[in-house]
């Protein structure tokens, strides 16, 4: 694998991999910090240097580290550092051990209501949190949300992860449609999701397709108005989208693959709603009849607590901050630029030698 990871750190193996970035699995051997005197495991996200070489990139990266800091919450991966190896700059994560939702429905195809409906809490919990920090994470879907295993066969736990679309409320208009086709709300292919505030609207549909998906299977979405949107869509099917946009309440067709009790196809039915004006809230996803079954007694509070104990203290956290993340990526970015254009005086020395002897 081409990566030399900074020192202290050993490379197990590749976790995983998207547009911009890979990600590994490592040992961090700087410090034994686990109790069974072993190093601790991370998971360490890799950009190349050379992709941060454009500004616009750099950008998005210092927002991905941005608001991954102003994130403490039990079902959002946790932040570590952000460090300079040789060829990359390299988010430390902590590790999730039991992959992605994604593996999972690829394995076992669709899950029971019950565990659908507890990793559906979570996921919920965690996407209410970045809302109420002013966060959207725009790119909710299975192969973002990880799973760590619990002792004593207790079902895991949903870790949301990968903030690299991820806007700040402060940070102004959303200028263009980010997102993956299929989980993004019809809304979003209009460029009708221009600030924060509808972009949290836009991502309660995300997280319905999400929990779609574990009820029936990856396979069987889009059902809805996004059917094309597995393919570049065309000229009918922004059609399709627009009058599905000003559409009275819906009833959103479900597979007949399996029998699912009332009470969640009525969920269901609310979350997929095309037009966001008679999609359920976040605010009344809580009172939701199915969705409070089973919710953990701690689970309706433990948002307001943790934010209320954060606003407290210092609110980013991490052993950085963004001034020396700032300078971090301007060293790297410098470094390659160097290297850059030390091969390009090297290369230019060497034309102009074969030059001289032509
Ligand atoms: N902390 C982690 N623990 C275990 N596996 C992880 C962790 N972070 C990421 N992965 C794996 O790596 C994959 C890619 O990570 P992530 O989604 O953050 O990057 P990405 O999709 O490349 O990001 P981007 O969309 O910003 O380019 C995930 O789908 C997951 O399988
Ligand atoms: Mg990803």
Redesign the pocket.
């Known amino acids: 694998m081409d990566i030399k990871l900074p020192s202290g750190f050993h490379l197990v193996k590749r976790?995983?991999?998207?547009?911009?970035?890979?990600?590994v699995l490592a040992e961090d051997t700087r410090e034994r910090t686990n109790s069974a005197g072993s190093p601790d495991l991370v998971?360490i996200?890799c950009y190349s240097l050379a992709y941060l070489s454009e500004e616009r990139k750099q950008k998005r990266v210092k927002r991905?580290i941005r608001n991954l800091r102003l994130l403490d919450h039990p079902h959002i991966?946790g932040f570590r550092d952000v460090l300079l190896s040789e060829t990359h700059l390299c988010l430390v994560?902590?590790?999730?051990s039991g992959?992605?939702l994604?593996d999972v429905l690829c394995a076992k195809e669709c899950l029971d209501e019950k565990l659908a409906r507890w990793f559906f809490q979570q996921l919920i919990l965690a996407v209410d949190y970045t809302h109420a920090r002013g966060i959207t994470n725009r790119?909710v879907k299975p192969?973002?949300i990880?799973l760590q295993p619990l002792p004593e066969g207790r079902p895991p736990f949903v870790l949301l992860?990968?903030f690299?679309?991820s806007r700040f409320e402060e940070s102004g208009l959303i200028s263009r449609m980010e997102g993956t086709f299929g989980y993004v709300a019809p809304e979003q292919y209009l460029g009708q999701v221009r600030n924060v505030e509808q972009a949290k609207v836009s991502e309660v549909y995300s997280c319905g397709v999400c929990l779609f998906q574990m009820l029936f299977g990856l396979t069987r979405w889009p059902s809805g108005p996004s059917a094309d949107a597995s393919r570049r869509p065309g000229q009918d099917f922004f059609k399709t989208i627009g009058t599905w946009l000003n559409s009275e309440p819906k009833k959103i067709e479900l597979p007949k693959t399996r029998e699912l009790s009332d009470e969640c196809v009525a969920f269901l039915n609310k979350l997929l709603q095309p037009n966001p004006k008679n999609r359920i809230t976040m605010k009344e996803i809580w009172d939701d009849a199915w969705f409070k079954e089973e919710l953990p007694p701690n689970a309706e509070n433990l948002n307001a607590e943790l934010l209320a104990r954060q606003e407290q203290r210092n609110t980013a956290h991490g052993p950085q901050n963004d001034r020396d993340i700032d300078a971090l990526i301007q060293i790297g970015t410098r470094k390659k630029g160097a290297k850059l254009s030390f091969i390009s005086t090297v290369l230019l020395s060497c034309c102009g030698q074969c030059q001289e002897r032509s």
């Open positions: 976790l995983g991999e998207g547009g911009q970035a890979f990600v998971a996200k991905e991966i994560l902590n590790y999730a992959g992605a994604f790119d192969e973002n990880l992860c990968d690299g679309l």
